[in-house]
């Protein structure tokens, strides 16, 4: 699932769950990621994850390798427009308010961002992390259909910003 729909969706349940607490909406966030992956999804296709096994083999030679730029560019801006999105549509007139929105841009793709440290350093505690979120994620893939995929994911998201806002 793609880094703004995590974010939307960490939003609608922070707004529902954290009462304006930013440590809670951050734990509320990381949390939604694991529920929202369950959810069958589309994902874009990053071009490390054609090397993207879990072998320790090919784990070891990832972490030696430089990511593709590209990959960064697509997370990034993926993520960047989340946090605006999340930013258009909440209070920011406080240092509270500045850090519950952070807590949430943050939170929300937290578990795919600890991945991305899985595939650069060999943590046992970083394989605990990846094997659990696995556990959670979708046995229906998605990404093969984006002309169902795409517009499903949209839906979600329009959802998540109707209960956040
Ligand atoms: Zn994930």
Redesign the pocket.
């Known amino acids: ?1 793609i880094s703004t729909t ?1 974010i939307a969706i960490a939003a609608a349940a922070s707004k529902t769950l954290s009462q304006g607490n930013p440590l809670a909406a951050f734990f509320i966030s990381w949390a939604s ?2 529920l ?2 369950a959810i069958p999804h589309w994902q874009y296709k990053l071009k490390v994850s054609k090397k993207w096994s879990n072998d320790p083999g090919d784990l070891e030679k990832i972490r030696k390798s430089s990511l593709p730029l590209t990959d960064y560019v697509a997370v990034a801006l993926d993520s960047f427009i989340g946090a605006l999105v999340i930013f258009l549509i909440s209070p920011h007139g406080s240092l509270k308010d500045w850090l519950y929105i952070l807590a949430v841009v943050a939170g929300g ?1 937290f ?2 961002f600890l ?1 991305f440290l899985h595939k650069r350093f060999s943590w046992r505690i970083l394989e605990v992390l990846r094997k659990f ?1 696995d556990s ?2 979708s046995g229906i893939n998605l990404s093969p259909y984006p002309k169902l995929g795409i517009p499903f994911q949209i839906i979600i998201v329009l959802i998540a910003l109707w209960i956040a806002i």
């Open positions: 699932m995590h990621h694991y929202a992956d793709p578990p795919d991945l979120h959670f994620h």
